[in-house]
């Protein structure tokens, strides 16, 4: 009997103890990619002049590349049409032209909304596009290439021709 009563008040007094506490999470519909940016900024090996123009959703070719090295399941998707594709483009890159994203299209690449994705155009015009249509879709953790593959290859990064 004297175990079975410390068993109760042992039992009642965790109960009352997690009766205290909230455990309720709030869920943030505003949620955006702003909040998640990359996390691949290196302020020491960079050059800080790279950042100074850059928005919120703008990752750098250089840090592109450190976040290829340190993530390779990090998804690259190329915005541009094929013939600019065929020309040059980032190896193990996807092409999915501006025009042609949507759910569908992701889906059809294998694109899951909790992939790290980095976008890339010519000079990040089009790639800011569809950042904005990501967001729209759901896909928060996304960035688009500051200045695209004319950036990236004027760091003398490597192109698949």
């Known amino acids: 009997m004297k175990k079975f009563t410390a068993f109760l008040l042992a039992t009642l007094t965790i109960l009352s103890l997690s009766a205290c506490t909230n455990s309720t999470q709030e869920?943030?519909?505003t949620y955006t990619s702003e909040v998640?940016?990359?996390s691949v900024l290196d302020y020491n090996t960079s050059n800080e002049n790279e950042y100074a123009?850059?928005?919120a959703f703008?990752?750098?070719p250089n840090d592109t590349a450190r976040l290829i090295q340190g993530?390779?399941?990090t998804v690259l998707i190329d915005v541009r049409e094929q013939s600019?594709?065929?020309?040059a483009n980032i190896g193990g890159?996807?092409?999915i032209p501006l025009g042609d994203i949507n759910r569908k299209s992701l889906m059809d690449n294998n694109v899951k909304m909790t992939d790290n994705i980095v976008l890339y155009c010519r000079s990040g015009n089009r790639?800011?596009?569809a950042y904005e249509l990501l967001q729209q879709l759901g896909y928060y953790n996304s960035n688009s290439m500051a200045g695209g593959i004319t950036a990236w290859m004027q760091a003398g990064l490597p192109v698949a021709e």
């Open 71 to 73: 993530d390779p399941e």
């Open 36 to 38: 998640i940016k990359a």
């Open 27 to 29: 869920s943030d519909s």
């Open 53 to 55: 123009n850059l928005e």
């Open 93 to 95: 890159s996807i092409l």
């Open 127 to 129: 790639s800011t596009t």
């Open 84 to 87: 600019e594709y065929d020309e």
């Open 58 to 60: 703008e990752i750098t």
